[in-house]
């Protein structure tokens, strides 16, 4: 008889599931004084940003790395609402997979492709609350805050602070 209070457990290595942070590639363009970010064929005012990180004014016309943590990506069909006067990116995508860990969903999805891109779609992971419905294969909008997103150079990987 085996005595259910010992407990067994997997000697094999750890290894990390999800990704710290999602990166995306992007671009900075338009006039000094009217940046925008450029992502995935969306576009979103990026003033704020580069207001609070002037060292982005060198980058406008170059490709850069956004990056966003899985809780701060939300379904933006159920999205909380940010601070006044806060933008927030906007990105389309497929649900690849979905697991359910209480009240959170973590949602793995791939990217659209918004302008033929020729490199892969990003695969980005969400922490989504309960409210979301999103399943496998479903499309998604995701709501980023732009005071959430975090800026790499494309070809370093250096954070632009």
Known sequence: ??????????????????????????????QPGRPVLAVRGQQVPA???VRRRPMLRRYL??????????????????????????????LHGTVRDVRVAGALRIVRLELADGEGFAEPAPVVVALLSGGSVAGAGDPIMLAIDMGHLMVF???SGLSLW
């Not at 085996?2 to 457990?9: E, G, N, P, Q, T």
């Open 1 to 30: 008889m085996r005595d259910s209070s010992v407990l067994v457990r997997d000697a094999g290595p750890l290894t990390a599931a999800e990704p710290a942070i999602n990166r995306i590639p992007a671009m900075l363009v338009g």
């Open 47 to 49: 003033r704020a940003l």
């Open 61 to 90: 016309g170059r490709p850069v790395i956004v990056g966003v943590q899985p809780e701060d990506v939300q379904d933006a069909v159920v999205r909380r609402p940010g601070p006044a006067g806060s933008a927030a990116l906007v």
């Open 153 to 155: 150079d494309a070809q």
